[in-house]
């Protein structure tokens, strides 16, 4: 079993940042892979980004590309998302996720991971 936390998340004015962190308990191995996905009120879950934890370039959704950026500190579990230029539009509630399934290519589909965390909201004011 894996256990995920996230924290970080919070209320911003447009064109701030915020920094989410995944703290992974339990279980884990090298061929994971560590997904971030957000859910807006009334839409569906959707894919933001995601990571190796063995290394490797991440995989972002066009809608945070160059914005956004996924890091990982394999000595503390930890994933974390730097969430930089805030919309609006990027207000939804944030997912941390494990799929404990190596694939060769990081999945934007979130039946692939087995494991969720609790979720943090990320607020983004006008």
């Known amino acids: 079993q894996v256990q995920l936390v996230e924290s970080g998340g919070g209320l911003v004015q447009a064109g701030g940042s915020l920094r989410l962190s995944c703290a992974a308990s339990?279980?884990?191995?090298?061929?994971?892979?560590m997904g971030w996905f957000r859910q807006a009120p009334g839409k569906e879950r959707e894919f933001v980004g995601a990571?190796?934890?063995?290394?490797?370039?991440?995989k972002y959704a066009d809608s945070v590309k160059g914005r956004f950026t996924i890091s990982r500190d394999n000595a503390e579990k930890t994933v974390h998302l730097q969430m930089n230029s805030l919309k609006p539009e990027d207000t939804a509630v944030y997912f941390c996720a494990a799929d404990r399934d190596f694939t060769a290519v990081l999945s934007t589909d979130s039946k692939a991971y087995d494991y969720w965390g609790q979720g943090t909201q990320v607020t983004v004011s006008s």
């Open positions: 990571i190796w934890w063995s290394g490797g370039s991440p």
């Open positions: 339990g279980r884990t191995l090298m061929t994971y892979t």
